[in-house]
């Protein structure tokens, strides 16, 4: 394992470098605490929510492709924090991933830590807690990094709408619920409002259009459960944009996006400003109870085009509604459906502990447990032999390692009566075939062209698998790290649906220099950083953390 000198970071030599090879640093101070509030919503109860500098809505964070994002942070809580880039790949970097345990250790109590991460995609990201899903609790905020040749940029004006659930109960609050005996029917007594830019939903902000001009809207569904839907009364919306990955332009009605995904669109103005417009978003799911004013809920704003005006164009009801297909829209950069080298199947179910009688979520049966030393050290400290063992990382991570450069598919298998929005770290993915799982004739089969001469699949870092359905994916392991793939359900990856792909464990070791603070925030909190998953350097994992299998059925059935 190398480890930078703590005298170069951050030090004018290590910063000089960092300027060297980007264009500007793009410099934010994070104190990250405590605040009591509802965020507004009326009648709904304030509850210990995480915000920074002592403020709600978070600041949104702007660079360009090139530059390097320095965020300063100092943890003011009670309790570790970390933050996760979301959709940036962290190439040679893999220690400022931000997932505890994994890629590094959480930031200590009263602690200051510091992320250099080199900005070298653009698009429209995310930044959230990744500890203790500090996300459901309010610790999340767009990242859009633009990219100076994106002939996007010659449109008239961008305008920018986050999406969010916000509970009255804390996360660790809602997991004592859902762990007790029936929690899952008692969760819902506790009603969310919705949030739109980081304000009451009812007080969505009305847009000024003018008319012929074009308008980019970049979208961000930085829910904890439910999804959002997008949609302007008699206009079009070309989809140019899916997580960060542009996209042939594709001409749709309504955009639908899960927790943890992102889209951008154009909207072509009207040629007149006789009538003025609304657009109406809707925090939904076919997956949650129906409660009227909570799912579904729909907002509206109106777009004028004419301020003196109060002429508006019909709302057709109902508004239009329909699944995102991520089948039938290609990404920009040509690259055909990959071939996979082999294929892994991911059983994403849920179930109960024998002995405590508490619901989990899985995956293939294995509900995720932090390791005792962070995985990124394990796959750096033992030898190759070793690292190249998936036990050697625990029974609980259920990791996979992989081959440097080789092709993965993944089929991800949904059979209960939950969706699952699965974010992978690190990379994007094609998306290749859609299907339900009791489909025995392949009638609900859907899959990527295969006779379209340079179709070139969606490629994205999160994917909804609908109840009863599945999905495939293929990427290529060319981004030597650790990286997990998780639920972005927050309450699914709190109680288990999370493991790890350890990819090309030697190459990381040629490519990794972990600078001194990742290991030091770890040795403050006994936390070691050398050996297996309990930081032995044998195979003996005695004492690492081990749950029993899954029964399908509830005890209190």
């Not at 400022?96 to 345990?101: A, L």
């Not at 304000?199 to 809207?217: C, E, N, S, V």
């Amino acid at each position: 394992m190398r480890l930078l000198s703590p005298s170069l970071l951050p030090s004018a030599a290590a910063l000089a470098l960092l300027m060297a090879a980007h264009a500007k640093q793009v410099y934010e101070y994070w104190d990250i605490g405590y605040l009591i509030t509802n965020r507004g919503i009326p009648n709904l109860e304030s509850k210990k929510a995480i915000g920074v500098n002592n403020h709600f809505p978070l600041p949104v964070v702007r660079a360009d492709k090139g530059d390097t994002l320095i965020l300063n942070v100092h943890n003011s809580l009670d309790v570790g924090t970390s933050l996760h880039a979301h959709g940036l790949f962290q190439r040679g970097t893999n220690y400022y991933d931000g997932v505890p345990m994994t890629t590094a250790c959480p930031i200590a109590p009263g602690t200051n830590f510091t992320y250099y991460i080199p900005l070298d995609q653009a698009g429209t990201y995310w930044i959230h807690g990744h500890s203790k899903e500090q996300n459901f609790d309010g610790l999340r905020t767009p990242l859009i990094i633009n990219e100076p040749e994106d002939p996007h940029n010659k449109i008239d004006e961008e305008f920018l709408f986050t999406f969010e659930d916000w509970w009255p109960i804390t996360f660790e609050q809602s997991m004592d619920i859902i762990a007790a005996p029936h929690g899952l029917e008692y969760i819902f007594g506790k009603l969310p409002g919705a949030l739109i830019n980081g304000y009451d939903g009812a007080l969505a902000r009305p847009l000024a259009f003018q008319p012929g001009k074009t308008y980019r809207i970049r979208l961000v569904n930085m829910a904890s459960m439910p999804e959002a839907e997008f949609v302007i009364d008699d206009h079009d919306l070309q989809i140019i944009e899916v997580d960060g990955v542009r996209t042939k332009p594709k001409t749709v009605k309504v955009v639908r996006l899960a927790p943890g995904q992102r889209l951008s669109v154009l909207v072509k103005a009207k040629p007149s400003s006789n009538l003025n417009y609304n657009y109406h978003i809707t925090i939904m799911g076919d997956y949650l109870p129906s409660i009227p004013g909570i799912f579904p809920i729909t907002h509206t704003s109106p777009i004028i085009y004419n301020n003196k005006s109060t002429e508006f164009a019909p709302t057709a009801m109902p508004l239009a509604s329909e699944p995102f297909d991520d089948i039938n829209i290609e990404s920009l950069e040509y690259l055909p459906a990959l071939i996979a080298d082999r294929s892994l199947f991911l059983n994403l179910t849920s179930g109960f502990t024998e002995n405590e009688y508490s619901h989990r979520e899985s995956i293939n049966f294995k509900v995720y447990r932090d390791p005792i030393v962070p995985t990124m050290f394990t796959a750096l400290t033992t030898p190759d032999s070793m690292a190249i063992n998936p036990i050697t990382y625990g029974p609980q991570t259920s990791a996979h390692v992989l081959k440097y450069d080789e092709v993965i598919e993944v089929l991800l298998w949904s059979p209960t009566e939950r969706p699952h929005p699965i974010h992978l770290h690190g990379h994007v993915f094609q998306v290749i075939e859609r299907g339900s799982v009791k489909d025995k004739t392949g009638a609900a089969r859907k899959i990527v062209p295969q006779h379209i001469a340079g179709y070139s699949p969606l490629m994205r870092d999160t994917v909804m698998v609908d109840v009863g359905n599945y999905v495939v994916i293929r990427f290529r392991a060319d981004n030597p790290g650790v990286w997990n793939l998780h639920c972005h359900f927050d309450w699914h990856m709190g109680q288990g649906m999370n493991m790890l792909f350890v990819e090309a464990p030697k190459q990381m070791k040629e490519i990794l220099k972990v600078p001194e603070q990742i290991a030091e925030q770890c040795r403050r909190q006994g936390i070691p950083v050398e050996g297996n998953v309990v930081g032995r350097t044998t195979y003996n994992y005695d004492g690492a953390p081990d749950l029993p299998h899954l029964h399908l059925t509830s005890p209190f059935v």
